[in-house]
């Protein structure tokens, strides 16, 4: 079993930066893919950024490029995403997920966090 603990939503104007955290715990966490989806209302859920477990591989949404950043610190078990030059279309509910192969299909992952909201005004 694991547990992912999301931390870093909030509120912010557009063009603003958040820094969203997720805190792993129950496994190996540095054995794993580590990913973030996120889910707008009345939307399906979807892939953001993925990271491998070394860190040396990282994968992106194309409307996320070059304004999100995904690391991960294995000493910390933490996975982190850097937010950018937000837009209001970021708003979303950001959700951490882990499985042991990279995949962009929310429907692979094992293991979810309870979501952080992100919302980004006008």
């Known amino acids: 079993q694991v547990q992912l603990v999301e931390s870093g939503g909030g509120l912010v104007q557009a063009g603003g930066s958040l820094r969203l955290s997720c805190a792993a715990s129950?496994?190996?966490?540095?054995?794993?893919?580590m990913g973030w989806f996120r889910q707008a209302p009345g939307k399906e859920r979807e892939f953001v950024a993925a990271?491998?477990?070394?860190?040396?591989?990282?994968y992106y949404l194309n409307a996320v490029k070059g304004r999100f950043t995904i690391s991960r610190d294995n000493a910390k078990n933490t996975v982190y995403l850097q937010m950018n030059s937000l837009k209001p279309e970021d708003t979303a509910v950001y959700y951490c997920?882990?499985?042991?192969?990279?995949?962009?299909?929310?429907?692979?992952?094992?293991?979810w966090g309870q979501g952080t909201q992100v919302t980004v005004s006008s």
């Open positions: 129950g496994r190996t966490f540095s054995s794993y893919v």
């Open positions: 990271i491998s477990w070394s860190g040396g591989s990282t």
């Open positions: 997920a882990t499985r042991i192969f990279y995949s962009r299909d929310y429907r692979d992952y094992d293991y």
